[in-house]
Structure formats: structure tokens, C-alpha cells
């Protein structure tokens, strides 16, 4: 990891606001590929999370197994996000979790930021990734994006967003769902609210995106 790191991307994970005592600035990219070589590894990925090294926590998200991630590790794990990244990259592990619904409801009502990031991150993650997943399962998320659309906490609220966009440019049904949960945010009237709402319409009303989701 060390002969991986250059000065350069460490100063730009310190302007990105990642804790700079902790990371040693490894490009994600490059893990990725160093994750690749190693393969699935629960016990070394246990091993590098508790090493508290930024760069190392992203591997061990990459190569633990999914199916051996029990709640405890779900949770501890997500207790020590200090970083967007870092908690977004990991939900690409827990989203493949059998807990991961569990979990949406439980840290979307959480107040820690991260945490509570979590939660809406999850939800793009399956909205993305997981092609089982019936439109009626998604509709319970909606009713969690309107109840925390006030929250105007920065990586909340764009994680708010980004969730009512991603399960809304998943097919045509979401999208007119996801357009009548933003109008609903919309009547909220806070700063939070109207700035998700917005935001999501212009790209949900993008005749791109209509175009995209009418063939899904």
C-alpha cells in the first residue's frame, strides 16, 4: 500500500476533507486492482480494518465476503466511517449483504452523519446493482427519503438525493414513483427539502432519462 501511495493524491484526499492522520494517499483505482490479486479474504480484510489506515479500509472492503459479514462487523464497521468515501465504497460490500434492508431502515432513522449516509447509500447500491429486486420493494425507501428530506447535514442530504435519483432511473415505474415522493419533498418548504426535490426532477424530468427508463 505504501509503494502505492504519491504526495500528490495525498493532498487531494486532505482538500477532499479525509482524515489526513489516517490515509496515505493510495488512489482508489489502485486498490481496486490490489484488491483483485488478493481475491476474498475474510480474515485479512478483519486484519486491515483494524489497522485504522484509510487506504487499508477501502481493501478490506473490497475483499471481505459478503456472506460472512455478520451484524456486529455491519455495524462496527459503519460505526467508524469518518469519510464519504470510504463509507460509500464499503456500501458496494454491504449491499451485497443478506442484512442490507435491515439496515437501510435501521441507519437511515440513525443521527451520526456517516451512518445515517449509510442508510440512502445502501439504497443506491441496490437500485443499481441488484436486478432481483422488485419495484414494490423499493417503495418503502420512499417513504424513508421523505422523512429525512430535512436534513441538511452535506453528506446527508446528497446522499437523500442521490438515492431518490438512483432508484428513480431505474425504470419507469420508480421514476414516476420517485417524481411523486420529490413533489412531495418539495411541499416541505425546508432548505434541504426543496434543494433534493429540485435537483431530482431536473434529472428526472430530463428527456434522457425518460428516454432510458421507458425501456426498462
Not at 20 to 48: C, D, F, H, Q
Not at 67 to 86: G, V
Request: glycine share 4%.
Amino acid at each position: 500500500m505504501k509503494l502505492l501511495a504519491t504526495p500528490e493524491h495525498y493532498e487531494q484526499l486532505q482538500r477532499f476533507g479525509i482524515n489526513s492522520t489516517k490515509a496515505i494517499g493510495v488512489k482508489v483505482p489502485s486498490i481496486r486492482n490490489l484488491a483483485k490479486k488478493i481475491g476474498v479474504n475474510n480474515e485479512l480484510a478483519m486484519e486491515l480494518w483494524a489497522t485504522e489506515m484509510h487506504e487499508a479500509r477501502l481493501l478490506a472492503s473490497m475483499i471481505e465476503d459478503p456472506i460472512k459479514l455478520t451484524e456486529t462487523q455491519f455495524d462496527q464497521w459503519t460505526a467508524d466511517f469518518d469519510s464519504w468515501d470510504m463509507c460509500d465504497v464499503t456500501c458496494d460490500l454491504f449491499g451485497r449483504s443478506p442484512l442490507v434492508f435491515k439496515k437501510i431502515n435501521e441507519y437511515t432513522a440513525r443521527e451520526e452523519e456517516f451512518v445515517k449516509r449509510c442508510g440512502f447509500a445502501l439504497m443506491c447500491e441496490l437500485s443499481f446493482h441488484d436486478k432481483k429486486i422488485k419495484n414494490e420493494d423499493f417503495y418503502p425507501f420512499f417513504d424513508l427519503i421523505e422523512r429525512e428530506a430535512w436534513d441538511e447535514r452535506n453528506f446527508v442530504r446528497k446522499a437523500v438525493n442521490w438515492a431518490l435519483r438512483q432508484i428513480g432511473k431505474r425504470n419507469e415505474v420508480l421514476r414516476i414513483k420517485a417524481i411523486d415522493c420529490a413533489e412531495r419533498v418539495l411541499k416541505q418548504g425546508t432548505k434541504s427539502a426543496k434543494w433534493i426535490a429540485t435537483d431530482a426532477l431536473r434529472e428526472l424530468n430530463n428527456p434522457k432519462i425518460i428516454a432510458r427508463t421507458a425501456n426498462k
